[in-house]
């Protein structure tokens, strides 16, 4: 089945830019996902791309897709403290349109 | 819209009761799924339904049941909890055209 993995911690200061970075196995996932999760929190869809897309932009988040290396990155401008969390990244399963999961990347943003 | 309900919120439970845990939406998707995240870990899949009357297991099926009468409820049922069932359990459901998958808020179950 489909194997997701993620670093398990990024630190950056405020301001600065964030690369969260996520590798996947099953090159037929169709869709692939970023959520964030705060602490003692549910999972907040933060945005999601499309195979057939290389790059997704969507105000300070912007999703970078390499097909042929089966890797997914996600990058915050200006992170900022509110920004600290839990950020999975998720491959779906179109046959049942499942979500396997990596086991998510710590964000903490220093001040 | 209410979305994606889950009751309770916490549940503190004794090695072989037994449990339901409830799950609602009320944006008629077809497909509905239970997720499991244990600490410092990712969801993993429990069950899924992609209708009513039609289940089918995930990757940790084994100590829990489902059931799908209708389009709105996936109830998730602990038959003897055992502490390996510790854990934060999230409904889901997805439908239509929209690949989003949106999430309920979460159950938070220990079993002592």
């Known amino acids: 089945g489909e194997d997701v993995e993620q670093s398990l911690f990024l630190s950056v200061r405020e301001g600065d830019s964030s690369v969260i970075n996520c590798t996947y196995t099953d090159s037929s996932s169709t869709y692939l996902y970023w959520y964030k999760q705060e602490p003692g929190a549910g999972l907040q869809l933060l945005t999601y791309?499309?195979?057939?897309?290389d790059m997704k932009q969507d105000q300070r988040l912007t999703v970078l897709l390499n097909k042929k290396d089966k890797h997914l990155s996600l990058r915050i401008a200006d992170t900022q403290t509110g920004d600290s969390a839990i950020y999975f990244c998720?491959?779906?399963?179109?046959?049942?349109?499942?979500?396997?999961f990596g086991s998510g990347t710590r964000l903490q943003v220093q001040p | 819209n209410a979305g994606v309900t889950q009751t309770p919120k916490f549940r503190i439970l004794k090695i072989g009761q037994s449990m339901t845990l409830q799950c609602t939406q009320d944006m008629n998707h077809n497909y509905m799924y239970w997720y499991r995240q244990d600490p410092g870990m990712g969801l993993k899949l429990i069950y899924y339904s992609v209708g009513a009357g039609i289940t089918d297991k995930g990757e940790v099926p084994n100590g829990y049941n489902v059931s799908r009468s209708t389009t709105e409820d996936f109830p998730l049922r602990l038959e003897l909890a055992a502490p390996s069932q510790t854990s934060v359990y999230f409904c889901?459901?997805?439908?239509?055209?929209?690949?989003?998958?949106?999430f309920g808020p979460g159950t938070r179950l220990t079993v002592t």
């Open positions: 791309i499309f195979s057939n897309m």
């Open positions: 889901a459901s997805s439908g239509g055209t929209n690949y989003e998958q949106y």
């Open positions: 998720a491959a779906m399963d179109t046959g049942r349109r499942a979500l396997t």
